[in-house]
């Protein structure tokens, strides 16, 4: 048998070796149904973990930096530093911004998925 999961390939297996084997199939699924509850948080908790630190993560490049850069620079424009100054701040609105919401929704994309129990 196969399948994208090897969890899922294993249990079918186990299906497939319980019933040529004779063995009680309602005894096989009660004693998965256990395993899995009993894996289940802590994969659960594993990928709570990853997604909050991928979320972190987000916040701070994505978000605080260039706020703080917009901040910046326009402070400094304010302050006598001409059109270079403008432009900057609009390549960094136009460009930066987007290149970097694009970069982290290719970079979550391309994380592992968690597998399902």
Same mark, same amino acid.
């Given at each position: 048998?196969?399948?994208?999961?090897?969890?899922?390939?294993?249990?079918?297996? #186990?299906?497939? *070796?319980?019933? +040529? *084997? #004779?063995? &009680?199939?309602? *005894?096989?699924? =009660?004693?998965?149904?256990?395993?899995?509850?009993?894996?289940?948080?802590?994969?659960?908790?594993? &990928?709570?973990?990853?997604? &909050?630190?991928?979320? +972190?993560?987000?916040?701070?490049?994505?978000?605080?930096?260039?706020?703080?850069?917009?901040?910046?620079?326009?402070?400094?424009?304010?302050?006598? #530093?001409?059109? *270079?100054?403008?432009? &900057?701040?609009?390549?960094?609105?136009?460009?930066? =911004?987007?290149?970097?919401?694009?970069?982290?929704? =290719? #970079?979550?994309?391309?994380?592992?998925?968690?597998?399902?129990?």
């Amino acid at each position: 048998l196969r399948t994208p999961s090897p969890r899922f390939q294993e249990f079918l297996e #186990g299906i497939v *070796t319980t019933a +040529e *084997t #004779g063995g &009680s199939l309602r *005894t096989y699924l =009660v004693d998965q149904v256990r395993r899995y509850e009993r894996e289940s948080p802590a994969r659960l908790a594993q &990928s709570v973990e990853s997604l &909050s630190l991928v979320a +972190e993560f987000y916040v701070v490049i994505v978000v605080a930096f260039p706020l703080f850069l917009l901040v910046l620079l326009t402070v400094f424009s304010l302050f006598g #530093g001409g059109s *270079t100054l403008l432009l &900057s701040v609009w390549l960094l609105v136009a460009i930066l =911004v987007p290149l970097a919401q694009l970069g982290f929704i =290719v #970079g979550v994309s391309s994380l592992p998925s968690p597998e399902a129990p």
